[in-house]
């Protein structure tokens, strides 16, 4: 059964948009050679879009993947906030390459969920620290807010409208590599 594009539309059209840094979804695969060639695809596909396809974890015939924008992804780690969480999380090397192979080893290698992936994700870094250190929730959308509730359901209703716009279009026909936004 191969990825659904509509499954990637569906979870990851704020990045597709150009809206935010990255989005994870999961999909069932039925062996890890048709999986890795049906990545390889995405990738020649969004590349040019400065977009990039990764599998974080795969087990149980089940993948974990990552849709992000590298460039997005490098500035987002030129905060010092996101620096200092990722620090505090025991993160040596602050490159953002080098924290996504840190990132997927601590997927690979643990149960739990890594605290820090909203990083990865451009969830706010304050939400982020917020999680870590299970402060009260204000309210939960696309992730959990700790902070600027009001930003954040601006930020919500923005990712809900993209998401549904993208649906229609891609039931109307218009391709991924055509939704796909370059940034």
Not at 11 to 36: M, Q, R, V, W
Not at 62 to 90: H, N, S
Not at 102 to 109: Q, Y
Not at 121 to 144: A, H, M, N, Q
Request: glycine share 4%; proline share 4%; with cysteine.
């Amino acid at each position: 059964m191969p990825m659904s594009e509509e499954a990637l539309i569906l979870h990851c059209s704020p990045t597709l948009a150009g809206l935010k840094t990255g989005n994870i979804f999961s999909a069932d695969f039925e062996n890890k050679e048709t999986l890795y060639n049906e990545i390889r695809n995405l990738n020649h596909l969004l590349h040019k879009k400065g977009l990039r396809v990764l599998p974080l974890r795969c087990q149980n015939q089940r993948a974990l993947i990552y849709l992000y924008r590298p460039a997005k992804l490098k500035a987002d780690f030129q905060c010092c906030e996101v620096c200092r969480i990722l620090k505090e999380q025991g993160y040596q090397n602050l490159n953002q390459n080098q924290c996504l192979a840190e990132l997927i080893s601590r997927l690979r290698s643990k149960e739990e969920f890594p605290h820090e992936i909203g990083l990865f994700l451009g969830y706010p870094p304050e939400d982020v620290s917020g999680f870590i250190r299970k402060e009260p929730c204000r309210c939960t959308g696309y992730w959990k807010v700790y902070h600027n509730q009001n930003e954040a359901l601006k930020v919500f209703a923005q990712y809900r409208k993209c998401t549904e716009r993208y649906l229609k279009e891609y039931h109307n026909g218009k391709s991924l590599d055509k939704l796909a936004i370059a940034v």
